[in-house]
């Protein structure tokens, strides 16, 4: 069982966030690893900017590599597992597929197609089922204190208000690439001759599972065409 977050972690927080507010990206990446070791992960879900903080990691000139976490929900479209492929080849990247106890099948079984009701608390236990949990299982089993992910603040009302660091269910949350913007992202992906995600090219900004993606549209754009609008998080950087 993990070591439960120290009682003066609010203290150590404030420190922490003064310390990686005037970091780069990869400055941050590096702060995590030499402060956490083995216990430092990523996640990544091969979404449409995701190759930059993997390739940022890729990149790292360290004494071993940073765990890396793919929570595959059963449910991705075919092109995000084509772009997955393709990444981890490019990039000679070694991940860990985190996926639910339950197949899909088997889910639907149960619960039914619970992203069809229009329902939050629907949506909710889809997603715990399909990411919270595997995500949490991936994490206790290494013993994870510290994983970091590509959220950044102009991406939801919610986002925007988060810091470099904070706490989400027990464990540290890092956030390198919190301040940048997206025109960071397109620059970052073209210097360095990064791929985009097939769908990026069909209108998507953001995609996550194929029944609850849509491209961008005059009125929804962003994280507003993800989970037919009634949600915006899938609660895996939230602790709520």
């Given at each position: ?92 990247l ?37 990411k ?80 609850s993606?849509s ?8 994280r ?17």
């Amino acid at each position: 069982m993990i070591e439960k977050i120290h009682k003066n972690i609010q203290t150590n927080l404030m420190k922490y966030n003064q310390e990686l507010v005037n970091m780069k990206p990869q400055e941050i990446l590096t702060w995590g690893y030499e402060k956490f070791d083995d216990q430092f992960a990523i996640t990544t879900s091969f979404g449409i900017q995701s190759s930059v903080l993997l390739h940022m990691v890729s990149k790292l000139s360290l004494q071993k590599k940073i765990k890396i976490f793919w929570i595959d929900t059963g449910y991705l479209p075919t092109e995000t597992y084509h772009y997955a492929e393709n990444l981890i080849d490019r990039l000679s990247l070694k991940v860990e597929v985190l996926q639910s106890e339950l197949s899909p099948a088997r889910m639907e079984a149960k619960y039914g197609k619970l992203w069809e009701t229009n329902k939050v608390s629907d949506l909710d236990k889809y997603h715990e089922l399909r990411k919270i949990k595997p995500l949490e299982n991936g994490l206790e089993k290494y013993s994870i204190y510290c994983w970091a992910s590509g959220v950044r603040a102009g991406q939801t009302e919610t986002r925007n208000k988060m810091k470099f660091i904070d706490v989400i269910r027990q464990r540290l949350s890092l956030r390198p690439l919190l301040n940048w913007t997206n025109k960071d992202i397109f620059y970052y992906m073209e210097e360095n001759n990064l791929p985009a995600h097939p769908l990026f090219i069909k209108g998507y900004s953001s995609v996550g599972d194929w029944h609850s993606s849509s491209p961008d549209g005059m009125e929804t754009k962003g994280r507003d065409t993800r989970f037919g609008g009634i949600k915006q998080e899938c609660g895996i950087h939230t602790n709520n």
